[in-house]
């Protein structure tokens, strides 16, 4: 190569050098040129040319790559946006190397506090959760951390602003770094309240949410009041007016609930007619209420007509309430089980009910009666007592009652009026029901081939409304007699007007059943109820029991007097026979031989005894 | 047009005929007689397209002819002036379809900023698959022949046989060219794999 050729090569290189300095900026958007006639200096600006047109097109591509990924990132965060939205959930993300939490305005407007567009520690978080629950909590983020879980799965209770809580379930994943580190963790929370503490049907709060602010004001000492009701009427209005359902009514229910005076009050739906009315005692204090005021009002608003859906409503409640100050409570579970307990006794005595400490010892006897009871029927160890029952004028002996006894040998005797509402509250009655049929059968088997072979006796048992209620009822008691070769005609059921009320139709057909295979039929208590006369018309039936309330003192009282001759002759109009319940004097006894022939019960001819007594005291001639 | 292409032609016309040959054609084609086409710089369409037409004419041979040479004398020159391009591909397939790119960004490369924008790359390589390359060409040149002899001299260069097809062409009224040019030797080593 000569000096001149590399003069101008050098010359080339030069030339091509200064003009790349433009690149400087990133603008590779230059032609480069050069004065040579050299055509390896051309092919150098040339390549070099050539370089620059393949960086533009690459930065081209680069930039229309980019667009294309933004574009593409643009879209899916607004599907993300729009999915998030949709779902209603609150957004967070935990960075873990700076201990730094991202919350979404969503997951604060979901415990109804103002956004903060500043991050958080995660110790805000935690604040926000139930004290309960944050064990729970640190559990599930501990093993996601860990590798222990893949996805964290977490149901909690947040704190609102208004005192309140409302149930999340937070749900999330583990972003790893490259030592397999958990280095962010992102999720979602979702309010779970609805499922959780609300009832679907009436979007009242639900017993899962009042036992919980129950245990969280035990827990926090702080003193409450608790009032049950029950709405007893709560059929009858769907029947006689035209409401479609009664989620039509708990709205009036949970707003008169909610109304008394200016307490908070939380209403609670605990079953369909029952709800519950949660307050705290600071408040009643503040207002100078006492726990009767606070009885009464949610009663008189229950009383309280008001005009809805072209309707009136009332409603007859029960109430029973008990406030925790006043007894010795340690766990929420005592106050809630008080609560039902006056809420029981509200019921069956048809007044309010303030619960006490002197509950507490009767709620204990009534707890080892159902005990025992129960433990007795299971051994089959319930035996009753039986009444003579006697021609009342030639004191032949007709048959006898079975009474339903429970004798025990710590709690001695129990009377029926105790033990039998126990029976009741705890569904035992069917069970009752069959062991005094048992033993009733047993004892006409015994009876029918000792002393009483040659005389026609019957033995009358008394009959549940639960048992009329199974539809195999009338078999059973066939394939009793049956199985015990003891004749239909030996057995009279007793039933009442309460007992038929339930479902009439369904125990006519019982009673038919019975009746036509030899099974005798008395309608008892006959005259107590309001329809008595009905169901002489509808029901096949043998036989009248006058209530002893018309026996006592007939004799010198005109109106019960009448009252017995009447329905002693519509009984003879229909050929029914009549037992008059509850005959303790002569006097009685004189009066109804008077009217004419009928049977007689009652602590003047014979008291109620064990079957082998019974029998034995039986007075020769009688039978 | 790259100066080298009006530069390869010229030399041709030279070797062949002789200054005067060179001169006539120079003439015809109306371009200035002293010019020096230089390889790092673009030159009018129109003036290219002139030479070559001139050239046929005044050699008096056919344009097949012609092209066929050139298209020899042309990658000659270019393998002298760039043999990185023509070893970086394994045969002509490869070489052919970064032709196109080369060609394109050469052209494009040597525009100044202004004439850069809204000028499309005359040729697109697509591998359509193994042993078959689709080329779009689209200039209004019409140099579709030539192409076809230089696609022939590469594969000769690589001591490949190609098969060539032209369902598309500018001149029988379609918007541009479409080559199918095909490896019949390679796509049979496809299909025994």
Redesign the interface.
């Known amino acids: 190569m000569t000096d001149n050729q590399n003069l101008s090569l050098r010359s080339v290189i030069t030339q091509i050098a200064d003009q790349l300095c433009d690149t400087i900026d990133n603008n590779f958007?230059?032609?480069v040129?050069?004065d040579t006639?050299d055509?390896e200096g051309?092919?150098l600006?040339?390549l070099v040319?050539?370089?620059?047109?393949?960086v533009r097109?690459s930065l081209d591509d680069m930039q229309s790559l980019n667009m294309q990924l933004e574009d593409k990132v643009k879209e899916r965060t607004s599907l993300l946006d729009l999915i998030l939205a949709g779902s209603n959930d609150g957004v967070w993300i935990w960075d873990i190397a700076n201990d730094e939490l991202t919350l979404s305005g969503r997951w604060y407007s979901m415990l109804e506090l103002p956004h903060d567009a500043n991050t958080q520690s995660p110790e805000f978080w935690l604040q926000q959760i139930h004290p309960a629950d944050r064990g729970r909590f640190r559990d599930a983020i501990k093993r996601l951390r860990k590798g222990e879980s893949e996805h964290l799965n977490v149901e909690y209770r947040v704190k609102t602003a208004h005192q309140g809580y409302r149930w999340m379930l937070c749900r999330g994943v583990c972003q790893k770094d490259n030592n397999q580190q958990c280095s962010i963790v992102a999720g979602t929370q979702t309010d779970i309240s609805a499922m959780r503490i609300f009832d679907q049907e009436s979007g009242m709060t639900n017993e899962r949410y009042l036992r919980e602010r129950v245990e969280d004001a035990i827990t926090e000492e702080q003193s409450l009041f608790l009032v049950y009701v029950t709405v007893e009427n709560i059929d009858a209005i769907l029947t006689s007016s035209e409401h479609p359902s009664n989620a039509m009514l708990y709205p009036i229910i949970q707003e008169r609930l909610s109304k008394v005076s200016n307490l908070h009050l939380v209403a609670s739906k605990l079953s369909a007619i029952t709800f519950a009315v949660m307050g705290f005692e600071s408040e009643l204090a503040a207002t100078n209420l006492t726990i009767e005021d606070v009885c009464q009002q949610l009663r008189d608003n229950c009383a309280n007509t008001q005009r809805t859906f072209d309707d009136e409503i009332r409603f007859e409640v029960a109430v029973g309430a008990v406030v925790s100050s006043m007894l010795r409570i340690e766990q929420s579970q005592q106050l809630i089980n008080y609560a039902w307990s006056a809420l029981r006794r509200a019921r069956q005595l048809g007044q309010t009910c303030i619960f006490t400490e002197a509950h507490i010892s009767q709620d204990s006897r009534r707890m080892r009666v159902e005990k025992e009871l129960r433990r007795s029927l299971m051994k089959n160890a319930l035996a009753p007592d039986y009444q003579a029952i006697y021609q009342g004028k030639t004191k032949t002996l007709e048959g006898f009652e079975a009474l339903a006894r429970f004798r025990h040998a710590e709690l001695g005797t129990v009377s029926p009026g105790e033990f039998i509402p126990i029976a009741e509250d705890a569904g035992l009655m069917r069970e009752l029901g069959y062991s005094i049929l048992d033993s009733t059968i047993a004892t006409i088997k015994q009876w029918q081939s000792g002393v009483l072979r040659d005389h026609p006796f019957y033995i009358a048992v008394n009959v549940s409304a639960i048992q009329l209620q199974d539809p195999y009822f009338a078999d059973n008691v066939l394939a009793k007699l049956e199985g015990a070769n003891v004749s239909p005609s030996r057995l009279k059921l007793e039933v009442t007007e309460s007992t038929l009320v339930e479902s009439f139709k369904h125990a006519a057909e019982q009673i038919d059943k019975l009746r036509q295979q030899g099974v005798r039929i008395a309608l008892d208590d006959f005259g107590t109820g309001y329809s008595s006369l009905s169901y002489l018309r509808s029901l096949a039936i043998d036989t009248l029991k006058i209530d002893r309330s018309f026996v006592a003192n007939l004799h010198e009282n005109k109106q019960k007097s009448a009252i017995i001759k009447t329905v002693y002759e519509l009984a003879t109009e229909l050929d029914l026979s009549v037992v008059a319940e509850g005959v303790e004097e002569a006097e009685e006894l004189d009066f109804l031989n008077s009217i004419g022939d009928m049977a007689i019960q009652g602590f003047l001819l014979a008291r109620p005894l064990p079957a082998d007594e019974a029998i034995d005291q039986l007075p020769r001639g009688t039978y | 047009m790259i100066g080298i292409i009006q530069q390869v032609l010229l030399e041709l016309l030279d070797q062949h005929g002789g200054n005067e040959l060179k001169q006539r054609v120079l003439k015809a084609a109306n371009v200035d007689p002293s010019i020096n086409y230089r390889i790092d710089k673009n030159y009018s369409d129109d003036e290219c397209l002139r030479l070559i037409n001139a050239a046929v004419i005044e050699t008096g041979l056919s344009e097949t002819t012609v092209y066929q040479h050139y298209a020899t004398a042309f990658l000659k020159k270019a393998q002298a002036l760039f043999p990185r391009f023509f070893e970086i591909a394994d045969d002509s397939e490869g070489f052919l379809l970064r032709q196109a790119r080369i060609h394109a960004v050469m052209a494009s490369g040597l525009k100044r900023q202004d004439e850069r924008q809204h000028v499309n790359d005359k040729f697109t390589a697509t591998s359509i698959e193994p042993g078959k390359v689709r080329v779009i060409y689209r200039s209004a040149n019409g140099l579709c022949r030539l192409y076809q002899a230089l696609a022939f001299e590469v594969a000769a260069l690589y001591d490949d046989e190609i098969e060539f097809e032209e369902p598309c062409c500018m001149h029988q009224g379609a918007v541009h060219c479409e080559f199918l040019i095909s490896w019949p030797n390679k796509r049979q080593e496809v299909a025994c794999d």
Not at chain 1, 49 to 54: D, G, H
């Open positions: 958007d230059i032609h040129a050069v006639p055509t051309q092919k600006a040339l040319n050539f370089l620059l047109e393949n097109r």
